[in-house]
Structure formats: structure tokens, C-alpha cells
């Protein structure tokens, strides 16, 4: 049995929320991305590194505890000087 028919399978939709300074990718708020096992085309691999554990997390149904959406991660690139806001959000397929 394959993993998608044995466990609930969810869409990540990445959102740039803010954007302090310059991302040097170009990102911009309201930029989206579909977020799956692979650096979505156009997102700076590192920001995409900083945020699959979340994702990873979101699309298999769990929860991060600080979180106060269940279904929702805020996770900042790990850019010091320009660093780029995302919102996960998990979407029923």
C-alpha cells in the first residue's frame, strides 16, 4: 500500500508574509508555493530548507504546539539582514 493511501495527505501553500530589506531571490509578499519534496520553481532553496520540517509536518497532519492555528507554521528564511516571512497553511486535497 503506498504511503498516500495509507496516511491522510494534505497541500502546503507557502505565502510570503513580509520581506524585511531585500530578499536577494526576489521574493515578495503574496508570492505562493506549493510545497512538496521538491524546491518549488522560483523559491531560494534556503528559505525552501528552512521551511519543509514544518511543511513536512502540516502535510502529513500534524501539529506544531506554538502554533495557535493548528493548521498554520510561521517560518522566517535564514537570511539575518533581509530575512523573508512565510505562512504554511495545510489545505484538505
Known amino acids: 500500500m503506498s504511503l498516500s493511501r495509507k496516511h491522510k495527505m494534505y497541500k502546503v501553500i507557502a505565502t510570503v508574509k513580509s520581506v524585511k530589506g531585500e530578499c536577494a531571490a526576489k521574493h515578495r509578499v503574496g508570492d505562493k508555493f506549493v510545497i512538496d519534496a521538491t524546491t518549488p520553481k522560483g523559491m531560494c532553496a534556503s528559505a525552501y530548507y528552512a521551511i519543509f520540517p514544518a511543511a513536512r509536518v502540516l502535510r502529513f497532519g500534524g501539529v506544531l504546539p506554538w502554533e495557535k492555528n493548528k493548521g ?22
Open 72 to 93: 498554520l507554521a510561521h517560518i522566517a528564511c535564514p537570511d539575518p539582514d533581509n530575512p523573508v516571512v512565510f505562512e504554511l497553511r495545510r489545505i484538505r486535497r
